[in-house]
């Protein structure tokens, strides 16, 4: 209860590793089980994956349930066939990598691969929400994120990307730019953590990366090939439709708020 009130707490992130893993040993001991505590107490934890789901459990939350990230099928739709020509870049495949100036560091993970591809293959790196980024020899291109853009940005993309560095705070990660790059029916490459093996079927609808060397090939084999890309990026928009869309989710989510708010009700009349 908060003050009394039924609460049900939504987790998409592993935000407990702010205090429980903070650098100060004072915070740690001061705030490392708080939202620990808000779990426990809560009438209903939901939460974007396993590893979330595996915290609320030890918190010894009432309820939990797992619910992945989901976007709206009605936003997304297929990309087109052909490359969208931009004045001075056309014909030239893209890269897409969407997230915020907080994130953009991830890049630096496949700095190696990406430079090296370009040396052998035109490409251009389309970088959506962030800041400019240095990665000399590589054709980038930089858009502003805005809700009422973020899908035509993408699906004028060929090959969504997806680096993560293997930490507790990655294992939290929801996997909400790989639903957005399937969706618009992109092949994706992304690391070998957390919930990425869960989205990506390897050598289905993208591939799943541990090494730089990883990496190079299977962009390489991806910008290679067309025909690849469109059966992979068809396979990662049936997986979305099937698994990560709210049109799937949405009707789960309504079911427990309901039950949650029906124990709720009896416990306020008892």
């Excluded at 001075?88 to 190696?112: A, C, F, H, Q």
């Excluded at 990883?214 to 068809?234: H, Q, Y």
């Amino acid at each position: 209860m908060l003050r009394g009130v039924p609460y049900v707490l939504d987790l998409d992130d592993a935000i407990f590793h702010n205090y429980d893993r903070h650098n100060s040993g004072w915070v740690r001991w001061l705030l490392g089980n708080r939202l620990d505590r808000i779990m426990a107490e809560a009438a209903l934890v939901v939460v974007g994956n396993n590893y979330l789901g595996k915290r609320a459990h030890e918190a010894q939350a009432q309820w939990v349930q797992v619910l992945p990230t989901a976007i709206d099928l009605d936003r997304y739709n297929v990309k087109p066939t052909r490359t969208i020509l931009v004045p001075g870049l056309e014909r030239l495949p893209r890269i897409v990598w969407i997230g915020s100036p907080s994130t953009v560091s991830y890049l630096n993970l496949i700095r190696e691969p990406l430079q090296k591809l370009a040396k052998k293959v035109p490409f251009v790196l389309r970088l959506i929400g962030c800041e400019v980024i240095n990665l000399p020899g590589v054709q980038m291109e930089f858009k502003l994120w805005s809700e009422a853009t973020e899908v035509v940005d993408i699906n004028q993309c060929d090959v969504g990307v997806m680096p993560l560095l293997d930490s507790p705070w990655e294992q939290g990660k929801c996997g909400y730019k790989l639903i957005q790059y399937m969706a618009c029916g992109l092949p994706v490459v992304a690391s070998h953590v957390g919930v990425n093996p869960e989205m990506i079927q390897d050598g289905e609808n993208g591939f799943l990366a541990r090494t730089s060397e990883e990496w190079g090939v299977a962009l390489a084999t991806l910008l290679a090939d067309e025909r690849l890309r469109t059966i992979m990026g068809l396979a990662g928009r049936e997986r979305v439709e099937r698994s990560f869309s709210i049109q799937i989710t949405g009707p789960h989510l309504e079911k427990w708020l309901r039950s949650a708010a029906n124990v709720a009700l009896k416990q306020c009349v008892d």
